[in-house]
Every structure is written in C-alpha cells, then in structure tokens.
C-alpha cells in the first residue's frame, strides 16, 4: 500500500515562509512524477508544483513562481515545498500527489494516483 504523509503546515503571517513534506513510503517511484496541490474552501483543487524524479526538472503554477521551491531527498524518499513570501491567498489545505505511471510533469490533479491526506496552511494579513 502506497502512503503519502504531509507535515509542516500551520498558521502564518503575510510574508512568512514555511516548508511542507511529503513523505513516502509502500513503493518506491523511481523515475515517477510528485507534485503538489491545494484546495481553498470553496475552490477547485489546483495544481501547484512538481518534480521529476528522474532529472529534479521542475514545474510551477504562475501565482506561485518566483517564492515556492519543489524539492526531493530521494534517498529519504521526501518531497518538500518550501513556501516564501507567502500570502493570504495561498490559504489552503496542500495535498502531496504522485504519479504511479509516466514522467512527464502533469498539471491535471486525474493524472495523479496517489494522494495525502491534505495539511492546512493558514495566512493571515
């Protein structure tokens, strides 16, 4: 059984940072795609961030470019999302997702089969 556990979030302040893990465990993904996602209340879940476990190559959604980091410790088998300047609308619960098949760096939250449970990240003005 593949698990996926998300930890780090919490309350914050306008321009604060903060860093999320993922970290993995049942199977190892090789060459598989992890990413990140968050659902505000009332919203989509949207795409945030992803990485390649091949090569590290990364991919952003625009509002997030530029003060998130993607990162992975493949050794620890952990992903991280290493937040910066944060802002009140980066309010959500951010959910760790990994692609059991293929290596491109997909946007779509159906091309991801496994998921956390989701952690809440709260930023206040």
């Known amino acids: 059984q593949v698990q996926l556990v998300e930890s780090g979030g919490g309350l914050v302040q306008t321009g604060d940072s903060l860093r999320l893990s993922c970290a993995t465990s049942g199977r190892t993904f090789g060459g598989n795609v992890m990413g990140w996602f968050r659902q505000a209340p009332g919203l989509e879940r949207e795409f945030v961030a992803a990485?390649?476990?091949?090569?590290?190559?990364?991919y952003y959604t625009s509002s997030v470019k530029g003060r998130f980091t993607i990162s992975r410790d493949n050794a620890k088998a952990i992903v991280y999302l290493q937040m910066n300047s944060l802002k009140p609308e980066d309010t959500a619960v951010y959910y760790c997702?990994?692609?059991?098949?293929?290596?491109?760096?997909?946007?779509?939250?159906?091309?991801?089969?496994?998921w956390g449970q989701g952690i809440q990240v709260t930023v206040s003005s």
């Open positions: 990485i390649s476990q091949n090569d590290g190559s990364t």
């Open positions: 997702a990994a692609r059991a098949y293929g290596t491109a760096l997909t946007l779509g939250k159906d091309t991801y089969e496994y």
